[in-house]
C-alpha cells in the first residue's frame, strides 16, 4: 500500500509540476505577444525634454516647422513604428522610429513651404502596417 500511494504522490507531483510548466509557457507567451500601446499622439509647434509644445490642428506656414509626437506605454520588447506624413490623400514621405521597452516617445517633423497649406494627416502605423492613429491637421499663412 505504501508503494502505491508514493506512486500516486509522485504521479500527482509530476502532473502539478507539468501543468505549473504549461501555465508558464502559456503566460510568458501572452506577454510577448501583448502590443505596445500607444498612450498618446498630437501634431504640435515642437518638442522640449521629450514632450510636445503647443498641440494644435491648424499651423501658420510661417512656424517652418510641425511634429508628429507619439508616446507608447507600456512597449513590450524592440520594435519600429511609422509616421506616415500625407498632403490631401498623397504620400509625402515616411518616418520609420524605433521603440524601445518599457516605453517610449518618439517624434517626426517637416519643414513648412508655401506650397504646404492645406489639408494633412499623419498615419501612425506598426512594424505590421496596423494604423494605430491618425492625426488630422491643416496648413494655412
Not at 16 to 24: N, P, Q, Y
Not at 96 to 113: T, V
Request: net charge positive.
Amino acid at each position: 500500500m505504501k508503494k502505491f500511494l508514493s506512486r500516486i504522490s509522485i504521479k500527482t507531483l509530476l502532473i502539478f509540476i507539468a501543468i505549473l510548466f504549461l501555465s508558464t509557457a502559456i503566460a510568458n507567451s501572452k506577454q510577448s505577444k501583448a502590443q505596445m500601446v500607444l498612450a498618446k499622439a498630437v501634431m504640435c509647434e515642437s518638442i522640449k525634454n521629450f514632450k510636445p509644445i503647443n498641440p494644435a490642428v491648424v499651423f501658420s506656414i510661417s512656424q517652418g516647422e510641425v511634429f508628429c509626437y507619439s508616446n507608447f506605454d507600456p512597449v513590450f520588447e524592440k520594435t519600429y513604428i511609422f509616421h506616415k506624413w500625407y498632403k490631401k490623400d498623397k504620400l509625402i514621405f515616411t518616418m520609420r522610429r524605433s521603440l524601445s521597452p518599457p516605453k517610449w516617445s518618439s517624434f517626426s517633423k517637416i519643414q513648412l513651404r508655401n506650397a504646404d497649406k492645406g489639408p494633412w494627416r499623419v498615419e501612425i502605423r506598426s512594424v505590421n502596417n496596423k494604423l494605430l492613429q491618425t492625426l488630422r491637421f491643416s496648413m494655412v499663412d
